[in-house]
């Protein structure tokens, strides 16, 4: 038999979310049921709670319903990177599964993914957090996030994002990159929009991410820069970064023998010579990881792919197994 596939996709990353799985579930399917052919694929990151059994029943009566389970935490992107993998629809949806996204918003971007668009951010205009430990630093962090990328979003860190599927496919995703997906999709050539979405205060579970996080997003907002500009040539940044370290160690070295000939300024107790020499080792050493940084570059083009999580097992209907067979 041919197989099946759903248009849509939903991935839910969760951890440790036993009390909002069944309320989740009901309200995707009220959302989606009348409207697409769809899959749910639950994420479990390591959860220490019930939520692994309370997925196993949803899927036992729900075979839309699929699990894939990790041996131990390995963090939201790499739970959303196993998802997107995973994912048989053409188009992906990614949501939160802390109840505070709406499954409601989905069908209406998904029309935006019909109009034309690669990818439909979404926005919580009005948000129900805590002003000085999420939407504050969230503030800060949107607009970082936008200047540095050239890609304007005024919310980068909502889940709640839907994508084509071949978009994804050509964006890889390490560290906590998941929300600058929108931005390393961009640079790839895709299209973004972005619409308000319904932002809901969390009624059950505890949040996992507070102000701690802000140190990963200014960290992985400068890999994810330097990855954007310069992955394919890291020799302009190292070798930059020699050539200026050069021109400063031979005006440092004329300066020191100008003071020589004008004023007989002893050269080898002068700091500016000590200066000129270190500055000259310094462009040594970023021309050669200039160079060592090519390497690793073609390196990594050239070799495979190796994923940033070990999945334990992925659980999915038999009769999806019968017609890929």
């Not at 839910?12 to 749910?40: F, G, R």
């Not at 507070?210 to 907002?221: A, E, N, S």
Request: net charge neutral; glycine share 6%; aromatic share 8%.
């Amino acid at each position: 038999m041919q197989k099946q596939v759903p248009e849509v996709s939903i991935v839910v990353p969760l951890l440790n979310e036993q009390d909002n799985i069944d309320t989740l579930h009901q309200q995707i399917y009220d959302a989606l049921t009348e409207k697409y052919d769809y899959e749910v694929i639950f994420i479990d990151d390591g959860s220490t709670d019930n939520s692994f059994e309370k997925l196993m029943k949803l899927h036992q009566s729900n075979p839309r319903v699929r699990i894939i389970r990790f041996r131990k935490n390995f963090g939201q992107t790499a739970a959303m990177s196993a998802g997107f993998t995973h994912a048989q629809g053409n188009i992906i949806v990614a949501l939160d599964a802390d109840l505070q996204n709406d499954p409601a918003d989905i069908p209406k971007m998904v029309e935006k993914l019909h109009e034309g668009y690669d990818v439909v951010s979404g926005w919580r205009k009005k948000r129900h957090d805590k002003a000085l430990t999420r939407r504050l630093p969230s503030k800060i962090a949107n607009w970082l996030i936008s200047t540095i990328t050239g890609v304007k979003l005024h919310d980068y860190g909502c889940t709640l994002k839907a994508y084509r599927k071949e978009v994804l496919a050509q964006t890889k995703l390490y560290g906590e990159m998941h929300r600058f997906i929108p931005a390393l999709a961009s640079w790839n050539g895709a299209t973004i929009e972005e619409i308000v979405v319904n932002h809901r205060p969390r009624t059950a579970g505890v949040a996992k991410y507070g102000l701690g996080r802000t140190w990963k997003v200014i960290l992985d907002l400068i890999t994810v820069n330097f990855l954007g500009s310069f992955s394919t040539k890291p020799i302009y940044v190292f070798g930059g970064l020699g050539l200026l370290s050069a021109l400063c160690s031979i005006f440092f070295l004329f300066t020191v023998i100008y003071q020589k000939i004008s004023s007989n300024v002893d050269m080898s107790g002068n700091p500016l010579l000590l200066l000129t020499a270190v500055l000259m080792i310094s462009t040594i050493q970023f021309i050669l990881m200039g160079l060592l940084a090519e390497l690793l570059v073609r390196t990594y083009h050239e070799s495979q792919n190796r994923p940033t999580y070990v999945i334990r097992e992925i659980i999915e209907s038999s009769q999806k197994k019968e017609n890929e067979e």
